[in-house]
């Protein structure tokens, strides 16, 4: 013990301590003792107290990094929030429900979430501002076009590697698969997906954004019984919203036409104003 002692270095008991909290891996507390122990020392905290609100600083320091990498990991588009989610297009009903869905309770209870209406009715930007508040929250979400997932998987399973591929899917608390609707698939391909959606059934949360109708979804899974079986996977333990409306992307259109339209009238307008000026000069002049 005593040689254990003397080959040890010389550190003061604040640099151990702060080489300790290192070590078990307590940034904050190393980073903010310090600091914390002179306020208490002012503000006669008990130890407790001190002990308390360095414990407060390492949550929040760990909490902020990990919203940090689950969204570095969530490929979620970052423009599409709910700060920048224009609410006024939402019908009351599904703006109702909007708080209750970022809150995450059906992503607790492993239930889906479905968005259906035509093309430019803004259920990709819904459904990112739902997924950027889950993480908010400590979920795990990751934005995927749905072909781009069914290539994954149909690449993982000609590697014979599928089921590790699906593992490491599991490890998000829900999936948002953008655009099912677009996807016209071959048997192989329809097969991984279904694959897909039946390992998260009860489990874990898919979301879907299609402007395609559950009737019409045979063009997706091409047999009718694996249409229905999908279909009743997906369903089952579902909040289904509908985007009605006019489409975001015409109003955008159609109001970039107003602003040019507005634009040449006044550049018009200026050059007739400069031009009568002119002829005004040069009325003067002449006389």
Known sequence: MSNLAVDMPSTSPADSLAMMMRALKLPAFARHAGEVAQKAEREGWTF???????????????????????LRDSDLLPEKTLAT???????????????????????ERGDNLLAFGLPGRGKTHLVCAIGHELIQRGYRVLFTATFALVQRLLAAKRDLRLEKELAMLDAYDAVILDDIGYVQQSREEMEVLFTFLAERYERRSVIITS??????????????????????????????????GPSLRADAAEQAKREAATTVTENATTVTGTTTSKQSTNEVDGE
């Open 48 to 70: 407790g107290q001190y002990l308390h609100h360095l414990a407060e600083l390492e949550v929040h320091e760990r909490r902020r990094r990990r919203t940090e990498r689950y």
């Open 85 to 107: 989610l224009n609410r006024t297009r939402l019908t009351p009903k599904v703006a109702k429900m909007l708080p209750t869905l970022c809150e995450g309770a059906f992503v």
């Open 211 to 244: 402007n395609v109708v559950f009737s019409e979804w045979d063009r997706i899974f091409k047999d009718p019984m694996t249409t229905a079986a999908a279909i009743d996977r997906i369903v089952h333990h579902s909040v289904i919203i509908e985007m009605t």
